[in-house]
């Protein structure tokens, strides 16, 4: 979603207006954001109001209560109150990312509530691989945010999380994002959204969660193309075989309460005003239960900006009539009325967008009266900042901590050997960079020097004034601190002036003469050199993975208010690092001829195309999707796994001629139940305890345009040193063992499914049950 932080000069006027609203004290009071009041007679008897009545009655009751003019200014996130009917202003837009927010206007601290826990960033969070933390994330988030929302300092839709795939290295938003895989991603969108949403039971939601932003949204600002212009062109292959995907997970497993459209186009149309899109796909074949919501002034944007339609009139009628319940800015509230009377939209259209944003407000409790009586009721400002919130901050950025090298075994460092520890570079003893973007107040931060300091005795340099490291003028204190101390550590990387909203980067080296000061502190170093990189996105380090002098190289991401206490522990072995890249880490040489504006996944050598992410890309990296490494050494054995999968068609066993073996359409195999079920013995072959992600990849055998290897499962082993766990785990046939050919239809391959896990390769042959074969 647009912060609108960045206004190019080809901004809309109403998206002029809407900033000019936001940032004019808009957001300087709470909202009460209540209705029914009990004690109110005029409304405690109106039937919107009685909770005990089903939720479509209530919602009809209320719209059917409204003028018109009263409907269309709640379309849009600043709605407007309703004073006869007792309902209060309500500010839709708040954000969740990674811990409350207060991007949004809706959410603000001060107060009972100077701050809220700030977890990891997501990109960092992901690395964990670990979908209960995830879950459990959320839940402490919605606590947190619920509390707030009983303070009168936030409301209960949360435009978060962001899934968009991160497609290209250079994506200034892809520290948001659960990574490259859209299996991944697809994990991580249901478990936070239950986590955010509540798992109790019924329609009632905890908080709104929001997934973000549909659909083939990764562009910013790249090379004078930004995404208020962009056109995706996207084959319909791509759009299900790899976008779509984390969206479809989020609403059908995850059952999020909204989907944000993006500002881009896609295919010409932009995703706010296309009814394939929003109506026919969310709506209609994913059956969202929520509404739908546009990045802020999306509708303004392809009115002005992309010049969509000819009036604003049929802007809005076109946003509406495609599905869009609900704009964030003002454009709606301002034309709505009039496409009515231009006779472009139906007051019934209204009515049915209003009927999905407000059957949200009221799964919330928000026409149940004032909230201490309701569920969750009871939290407050006790239950912000909380111990154990704070606690499960720090082990979230423990988990996602990446070890990319750790040549000689420099790592863990020692206290006692490691007496003085030198401590360089410009993240070194950071604060707000450790949360990354689309973060709050945090409670407090432990910086990585802090965090080193409760270990052992430290000599601090920066060596760069700051991250872009412009000069040398710091180098000479950095180079005479390595040479006194028993062993150095590097803090570098990025921060928000590198890669941001509206900021894709231009390369993948270090910024400035970062790789300058690594290599000469590293030379000069007494001890064991280590090299600590914050980043959203990849680097391409490769100096450092092939220099004998930088002994390991750990990734934190942008790891949280918690951040340096968890690098300290990481680095001195009280915590034994199991994270692994959500992200391919290229070679800078991978982006020669790449335009960000090519949205390809697969690789097409004629052209001298390399194809995007693991799944598709089989040139040189620096770390691979996947690659981390620990303290102790995990050894896997298939204990019991089929060979042969016979998978039920519906009477037909179909045939395609593109394609060397035979497939099945995934809409005529009898999916139900259909799984391949493996055990896998895990042994930790060392002496430390330690956390392992088994990785489950598969390699089909389908024609050059199915991904030559993709992540089937994941399963997050603890196993104790010297020890074995047995896991169990299950691949959906029809899920991910299927392929998408180039109309867009998922098919199943039949013959031999190689699965990978680690070093260990097993063949699973699926075999069709009937044998009539029909051509299609």
Not at 263 to 282: F, H, I
Not at 556 to 566: E, H, S
């Amino acid at each position: 979603m647009g912060m609108g932080r960045t206004i190019t000069l080809s901004i809309s006027l109403s998206l002029l207006f809407f900033f000019l609203v936001l940032f004019s004290g808009h957001n300087v009071e709470a909202r009460p954001s209540f209705a029914c009041d009990p004690k109110d007679s005029a409304t405690k008897n109106l039937a919107f109001c009685k909770s005990n009545l089903p939720i479509p009655d209530r919602v009809r009751d209320f719209i059917g209560r409204l003028t018109l003019q009263e409907k269309v200014k709640l379309l849009v996130n600043g709605a407007s109150a309703v004073p006869r009917l007792g309902v209060k202003g309500y500010e839709w837009w708040s954000e969740a990312l990674h811990g409350v927010s207060d991007v949004g206007p809706g959410t603000k601290f001060g107060g009972d509530f100077p701050g809220a826990t700030s977890f990891p960033q997501v990109i960092t969070t992901a690395a964990s691989f670990n979908a209960s933390l995830w879950e459990e994330i959320g839940r402490v988030v919605s606590d947190e945010a619920r509390a707030m929302y009983n303070g009168g300092m936030a409301g209960l839709t949360f435009w978060s999380p962001n899934v968009n795939i991160f497609r290209d290295p250079r994506w200034g938003r892809g520290q948001e994002t659960p990574g490259e895989d859209p299996l991944l991603a697809g994990k991580y969108a249901a478990s936070y959204v239950r986590g955010l949403q509540g798992t109790d039971g019924g329609d009632r939601l905890k908080v709104a969660a929001c997934c973000k932003h549909y659909t083939a949204y990764d562009l910013d600002n790249w090379s004078g193309v930004d995404r208020f212009h962009f056109n995706a062109k996207v084959s319909k292959q791509d759009i299900v075989d790899t976008f779509d995907i984390p969206f479809r997970s989020c609403v059908m497993e995850g059952k999020v309460a909204s989907v944000m459209c993006s500002y881009n186009q896609v295919n010409g149309v932009p995703a706010c005003a296309d009814p394939k899109l929003l109506r026919e796909t969310v709506r209609g074949a994913w059956r969202l239960n929520g509404y739908i919501v546009s990045d802020c002034d999306s509708v303004g944007v392809f009115y002005d900006n992309q010049h969509y339609t000819t009036t604003p009139e049929e802007a809005a009628a076109d946003a509406i009539k495609a599905g869009l319940d609900l704009d964030c800015g003002p454009f709606l509230a301002i034309h709505t009325e009039n496409a009515v009377q231009r006779g472009l939209l139906k007051e019934d259209d209204i009515n049915v967008a209003l009927g999905n944003t407000v059957a949200v407000q009221m799964r919330l409790g928000m026409f149940d009266g004032e909230p201490s009586a309701q569920p969750y009721g009871n939290l407050g400002s006790k239950d912000v900042c909380t111990p154990v919130h704070q606690e499960l901050a720090l082990e979230a950025a423990r988990q996602g901590i990446v070890l990319l090298k750790n040549h000689g075994l420099s790592l863990p460092l020692s206290p006692r050997r490691h007496r003085t520890v030198a401590v360089i570079g410009p993240n070194s003893d950071v604060t707000v960079t450790m949360i990354g973007n689309y973060a709050g107040v945090a409670c407090g931060y432990t910086t990585p020097l802090q965090g080193i300091g409760k270990y052992t005795r430290t000599i601090h340099q920066q060596g760069c004034a700051n991250v872009a490291c412009a000069n040398e003028a710091l180098f000479g204190g950095a180079i005479d601190a390595a040479r006194q101390a028993d062993a150095t550590i590097l803090v570098m990387g990025l921060d928000q002036s590198i890669e941001a909203e509206f900021r894709d980067r231009a390369g993948l080296l270090l910024p400035g003469r970062q790789q300058e000061l690594i290599s000469k502190v590293a030379m000069a170093s007494r001890g064991p050199t280590i090299l600590v990189l914050m980043s959203g996105g990849p680097i391409d380090v490769s100096f450092a993975k092939n220099d004998p002098k930088i002994g390991a190289i750990v990734w934190a991401g942008y790891p949280g208010q918690a951040g340096g206490a968890a690098i300290a522990d990481v680095l001195f072995g009280t915590h034994n690092p199991g994270g692994n890249l959500p992200m391919t880490w290229y070679p800078q040489e991978y982006l020669t001829n790449l335009p960000m504006t090519t949205m390809d996944m697969r690789s097409d050598p004629s052209r001298g195309y390399p194809g995007r992410t693991y799944r598709f890309y089989k040139g040189h990296v620096v770390y691979p999707f996947g690659h981390g490494m620990s303290y102790t050494n995990f050894v896997h054995t298939i204990a019991d796994a089929p060979t042969v999968v016979s998978v039920p068609v519906n009477g037909h066993h179909h045939t395609n001629t593109t394609i060397s073996s035979k497939v099945i359409r995934v809409t005529h195999a009898r999916c139900s139940r259909l799984s391949i079920s493996l055990h896998v013995d895990v042994r930790n072959a060392g002496s430390r305890d330690g956390t392992h992600t088994l990785l489950v990849y598969s390699s089909p055998p389908a024609g050059h345009w199915a991904p030559h290897k993709q992540l089937v499962a994941f399963e997050k082993v603890h196993v104790p040193a010297r020890g074995q766990q047995r896991v169990s785990v299950k691949i959906h046939v029809c899920k991910y063992l299927s392929v998408v050919d180039r109309a867009g239809i998922r098919r199943i391959p039949m013959g031999e499914h190689a699965l990978h896990i680690g070093d260990v390769r097993h063949s699973v042959s699926l075999q069709a049950a009937t044998l009539g074969i029909i051509k299609s």
